[in-house]
């Protein structure tokens, strides 16, 4: 049976929407501001929802369920690159994703923001791409 990813497509589908419309609004309209911060949000839910599922499409190559569990996020992503389900230079992107996540959420300033906007556009194609794989794969 493939894994559900509704709700992570989802959550892609809000933030390219999201992004959209930031794109369409001036930096010092308070609409920008709204919609900067959906576009870090969903950032942070795609993130996590993409280890959480990768972790369960881990369980065939690992001795049980338990240590697809317990593996660290980073980790998680090492596995699937080892395991070929993503490839080496996609895992690499998505621990550079982790750092600015961990890196940003302790800053509350309008340059945590922006710093995350500059790496939307990759973080989706390979968003896109996980959730689309994880979708197609039988894991029974």
Same mark, same amino acid.
């Given at each position: 049976?493939?894994?559900?990813?509704?709700?992570?497509?989802?959550?892609?589908?809000?933030?390219?929407?999201?992004?959209?419309?930031?794109?369409?609004?001036?930096?010092?309209?308070?609409?920008?501001?709204?919609f900067r911060?959906?576009?870090?949000?969903?950032?942070?839910?795609?993130?996590?929802?993409?280890?959480?599922?990768?972790?369960?499409?881990?369980?065939?190559?690992?001795?049980?369920?338990? &240590?697809? +569990?317990v !593996?660290?996020?980073?980790? #998680? /992503?090492?596995?699937a *690159?080892?395991?070929?389900?993503?490839?080496?230079? $996609?895992?690499?992107?998505?621990?550079?994703?982790?750092?600015?996540?961990?890196?940003?959420?302790?800053?509350?300033g309008?340059?945590? &923001?922006? +710093?995350? !906007?500059?790496?939307?556009d #990759? /973080?989706?194609e390979? *968003?896109?791409?996980?959730?689309?794989?994880?979708? $197609?794969?039988?894991?029974?």
């Amino acid at each position: 049976m493939p894994i559900d990813t509704s709700f992570l497509s989802r959550c892609i589908a809000t933030l390219l929407e999201a992004k959209r419309s930031l794109s369409d609004l001036n930096e010092n309209d308070i609409k920008y501001d709204i919609f900067r911060a959906a576009c870090v949000k969903e950032f942070e839910i795609i993130l996590e929802q993409s280890g959480k599922l990768l972790k369960q499409a881990l369980v065939p190559f690992v001795h049980s369920i338990k &240590a697809a +569990k317990v !593996l660290t996020f980073k980790d #998680t /992503f090492r596995k699937a *690159a080892q395991f070929g389900i993503i490839s080496i230079e $996609e895992a690499e992107r998505w621990l550079t994703y982790r750092d600015n996540r961990n890196e940003t959420a302790h800053d509350y300033g309008a340059g945590f &923001a922006e +710093k995350t !906007l500059v790496i939307l556009d #990759t /973080f989706i194609e390979d *968003a896109t791409q996980l959730a689309q794989y994880l979708s $197609e794969q039988d894991y029974d």
